[in-house]
């Protein structure tokens, strides 16, 4: 890109009208340029400065004197776009914006992000499959009727006043694979969002005494509130157990930890050894090498319910666990060749990118990513990190 396309580039964003990669873009390149610059309250706005940093005024009025962490207000006029602050090594290099996924010489069929997807296994065995099924009644279990909602809920209901459920409960599973999601609706109105490559199993009825589900992979909880029937979680060596409230729970297997996370309400989490309570903003962090030790902690709910509401976020992640969370929403495999980039990313980008813009993004971080068929080769971008430290 030369200069008087840069220049119009930033036109663009000046006046609202650059994608949301552009203003990306746009922005990574200011802050690389800003930082060469000590920036006072006033100063640090990029439409004030985005003359002076381009045309090198700054140095020649002689306020160019030792680099300072830029304070990055700026990123907060991204709304609801695809943003991604990446912690070290920062750059804007200006390549032709657009799909990045090669073989070779040759362009590959893009990827799309996950969606709705999911399985239903009945008690007597019987598979259906969600996204393929009519909206409306798809099953009906002693007393309890599973539909299929507009919204593409799937809708457990007792029916003929409960007189026919079984004194014995059924259970069901809900799973689904890498690239799907789900949202399900207990027979005691607990709402249940499962996130991709993940099961729950559950009963179709309650009985008297506890409400218990189990759990693989991650899901979201809001738990339909009764006075003397506590719901229980179990995933693996974890039990989290509550009355009525609101938490996530990720417990991958291929995870090092189990990770429970509470938005309101009280919950208790447990081991054969030892149990915790976590208040409104805590995570209880259960370490699968020592599963006797749960560890609480405040964290920003934002960003570990953030999928729910089609996000990636990230705070200080590796690249090993953004691909984890990549690999799981795009169904993909990932290998890594040669050493990789210990750099930490930070931000946003949406579940409803295709996978070459969020690698366009992830990119900027000294990484490579080659796409054949099903399978990202991940490897180093020595080039980009040699470029970044001549700066």
């Given at each position: 890109?030369?200069?008087?396309?840069?220049?119009?580039?930033?036109?663009?964003?000046?006046?609202?009208?650059?994608?949301?990669?552009?203003?990306?873009?746009?922005?990574?390149?200011?802050?690389?340029?800003?930082?060469?610059?000590?920036?006072?309250?006033?100063?640090?706005?990029?439409?004030?400065?985005?003359?002076?940093?381009?045309?090198?005024?700054?140095?020649?009025?002689?306020?160019?004197?030792?680099?300072?962490?830029?304070?990055?207000?700026?990123?907060?006029?991204?709304?609801?776009?695809?943003?991604?602050?990446?912690?070290?090594?920062?750059?804007?290099?200006?390549?032709?914006?657009?799909?990045?996924?090669?073989?070779?010489?040759?362009?590959?069929?893009?990827?799309?992000?996950?969606?709705?997807?999911?399985?239903?296994?009945?008690?007597?065995?019987?598979?259906?499959?969600?996204?393929?099924?009519?909206?409306?009644?798809?099953?009906?279990?002693?007393?309890?009727?599973?539909?299929?909602?507009?919204?593409?809920?799937?809708?457990?209901?007792?029916?003929?006043?409960?007189?026919?459920?079984?004194?014995?409960?059924?259970?069901?599973?809900?799973?689904?694979?890498?690239?799907?999601?789900?949202?399900?609706?207990?027979?005691?109105?607990?709402?249940?969002?499962?996130?991709?490559?993940?099961?729950?199993?559950?009963p179709t009825s309650f009985k008297e005494g506890d409400?218990?589900?189990?759990?693989?992979?991650?899901?979201?909880?809001?738990?339909?509130?009764?006075?003397?029937?506590?719901?229980?979680?179990?995933?693996?060596?974890?039990?989290?157990?509550?009355?009525?409230?609101?938490?996530?729970?990720?417990?991958?297997?291929?995870?090092?930890?189990?990770?429970?996370?509470?938005?309101?309400?009280?919950?208790?989490?447990?081991?054969?050894?030892?149990?915790?309570?976590?208040?409104?903003?805590?995570?209880?962090?259960?370490?699968?090498?020592?599963?006797?030790?749960?560890?609480?902690?405040?964290?920003?709910?934002?960003?570990?319910?953030?999928?729910?509401?089609?996000?990636?976020?990230?705070?200080?992640?590796?690249?090993?666990?953004?691909?984890?969370?990549?690999?799981?929403?795009?169904?993909?495999?990932?290998?890594?060749?040669?050493?990789?980039?210990?750099?930490?990313?930070?931000?946003?980008?949406?579940?409803?990118?295709?996978?070459?813009?969020?690698?366009?993004?992830?990119?900027?971080?000294?990484?490579?990513?080659?796409?054949?068929?099903?399978?990202?080769?991940?490897?180093?971008?020595?080039?980009?990190?040699?470029?970044?430290?001549?700066?």
């Amino acid at each position: 890109m030369n200069r008087d396309q840069a220049k119009e580039l930033i036109e663009r964003y000046n006046e609202g009208l650059a994608t949301a990669e552009e203003r990306l873009w746009v922005e990574n390149w200011y802050l690389d340029e800003s930082l060469k610059y000590q920036l006072s309250d006033q100063e640090s706005n990029f439409l004030h400065l985005k003359d002076e940093i381009w045309n090198g005024t700054l140095e020649k009025s002689g306020r160019r004197i030792k680099p300072k962490v830029l304070r990055l207000n700026v990123w907060s006029r991204i709304a609801a776009a695809v943003v991604l602050l990446i912690g070290c090594g920062l750059g804007l290099y200006f390549y032709n914006i657009g799909p990045k996924l090669k073989d070779g010489n040759a362009v590959v069929t893009d990827i799309a992000p996950g969606g709705n997807n999911a399985i239903l296994t009945l008690a007597n065995g019987k598979k259906i499959v969600l996204n393929d099924a009519a909206k409306g009644e798809i099953s009906k279990q002693s007393g309890i009727s599973v539909s299929k909602s507009n919204d593409g809920e799937l809708i457990y209901t007792v029916v003929n006043g409960g007189e026919d459920v079984p004194t014995e409960n059924t259970h069901n599973t809900i799973s689904t694979p890498k690239g799907g999601q789900y949202t399900i609706i207990l027979s005691d109105g607990t709402k249940v969002m499962l996130n991709s490559a993940s099961s729950v199993t559950f009963p179709t009825s309650f009985k008297e005494g506890d409400r218990m589900v189990e759990l693989n992979g991650e899901a979201y909880f809001e738990v339909a509130k009764h006075k003397n029937k506590r719901f229980r979680v179990v995933s693996g060596v974890q039990t989290v157990e509550v009355l009525g409230t609101h938490f996530n729970v990720n417990a991958y297997a291929e995870e090092r930890t189990i990770k429970t996370t509470l938005l309101e309400g009280a919950v208790k989490v447990s081991t054969l050894k030892e149990s915790a309570l976590i208040e409104p903003g805590e995570q209880a962090v259960l370490d699968r090498a020592d599963a006797n030790s749960i560890v609480k902690r405040r964290v920003n709910i934002n960003k570990e319910t953030a999928w729910i509401n089609g996000i990636f976020s990230f705070e200080g992640d590796d690249l090993k666990s953004v691909m984890r969370q990549v690999a799981r929403w795009y169904d993909v495999n990932v290998i890594y060749v040669g050493p990789i980039s210990e750099e930490k990313y930070f931000g946003e980008i949406s579940r409803s990118s295709k996978l070459s813009e969020v690698f366009n993004i992830l990119e900027l971080n000294n990484v490579n990513f080659d796409v054949v068929g099903k399978t990202v080769k991940v490897s180093y971008n020595q080039r980009l990190q040699q470029q970044a430290q001549n700066q």
